[in-house]
């Protein structure tokens, strides 16, 4: 089992930057699939970047260039730096990790207006 905590959200202007953060319970380093999904309202939830556990990342096409997913192994942390954020960011931002089942932190508000 592993609990994993979001921080970081809040309200930010236009244009912005924000950076989450997702503390886990317990040791990530054997923890392959380390991921952020976002949820707005009315919306279903999806994915905006995953990180492997050899630091490979791979973006939603609605994030790329703007947002950059890291791990650090050593503080059991993941995180979502987020830049130039949009309107259209406004969501509920979620941690997901995969090891001996699916994980899932309580989330945390991002909201984007000015």
């Known amino acids: 089992q592993v609990q994993l905590v979001e921080s970081g959200g809040g309200l930010v202007q236009p244009g912005g930057s924000l950076r989450l953060s997702c503390t886990a319970s317990r040791s990530i380093s054997s923890i392959n699939a380390m991921a952020w999904y976002r949820q707005a309202p009315e919306k279903q939830r999806e994915l905006v970047a995953v990180?492997?556990?050899?630091?490979?990342?791979n973006y939603a096409d609605a994030v790329k260039g703007r947002f950059t997913i890291s791990r650090d192994n050593t503080r059991n942390t993941l995180y979502l730096q987020m830049n130039s954020l949009k309107p259209e960011d406004t969501a509920v931002y979620y941690c997901?990790?995969?090891?001996?089942?699916?994980?899932w932190g309580q989330g945390t508000q991002v909201t984007v207006s000015s």
């Open positions: 997901y990790a995969r090891w001996t089942g699916s994980y």
């Open positions: 990180i492997s556990g050899g630091g490979s990342p």
